[in-house]
């Protein structure tokens, strides 16, 4: 039960206990930079202890296990060494099966590694693994109409624009209008075993 994806850059995996410590300090050094992107609840004191991300990520490869999520840490390269040290995450969330074959993707990553194109580099092949590998239709992402760097990040990505939702997402304690975007598999096969992906 593993991911392991790289590209020339960059090291993207899923999450494990052991990697607590580094998310703890992942999320400290970016916390004015991420808090306005998720909700005040993800920001409590218990969110950042070593305990509480030991917790969720046994959680998470329970969900990979079951085929609900993939959540995926980041890292440079050349940085992952005994350190472990975080840079990004790629979460795709809520996989839906039967006739809808879809999940819905959220990411970050540290301000420090802004504008290097990490996180285009990191999301292709993750996309890449959710499509040939998972057998997934479509990925949905939204972004608030302020964040232009990810609306960027999406289009060179070849997602679509699909609408406008005002008020979607409670975020920091304020309701966000958000861009709906998509990105569909032309590849999709409808003959998949999920017990391939595992």
């Not at 920091?172 to 096969?189: A, K, Q």
Request: aromatic share 10%.
């Amino acid at each position: 039960m593993s991911v392991n994806l790289s590209t020339d850059r960059l090291v993207v995996r899923l999450g494990d206990p052991e990697d607590a410590a580094a998310m703890v300090a992942y999320r400290l050094a970016n916390r004015d930079h991420l808090i306005d992107h998720g909700p005040a609840s993800a920001w409590s004191p218990e969110s950042l202890t070593e305990p509480y991300w030991q917790s969720r990520f046994k959680e998470s490869l329970e969900e990979f296990r079951t085929d609900q999520s993939v959540k995926l840490v980041v890292a440079e390269k050349n940085g992952f060494g005994r350190d472990r040290t975080i840079i990004g995450t790629i979460n795709f969330s809520g996989i839906v099966r039967r006739a809808a074959q879809y999940c819905v993707l959220g990411y970050g990553l540290a301000r420090d590694c802004q504008g290097r194109g990490y996180m285009t580099e990191a999301l292709r092949v993750a996309i890449d693994y959710m499509f040939l590998e998972r057998n997934l239709h479509r990925i949905m992402a939204n972004y608030v109409p302020t964040n232009q760097a990810s609306g960027r990040v999406l289009r060179k990505l070849g997602f679509d624009v699909d609408g406008y939702a005002r008020d979607y997402l409670y975020l920091n304690g304020v309701w966000r209008d958000h861009i709906l975007c998509s990105l569909t598999n032309h590849s999709w096969d409808p003959l998949w075993n999920p017990e391939q992906a595992l």
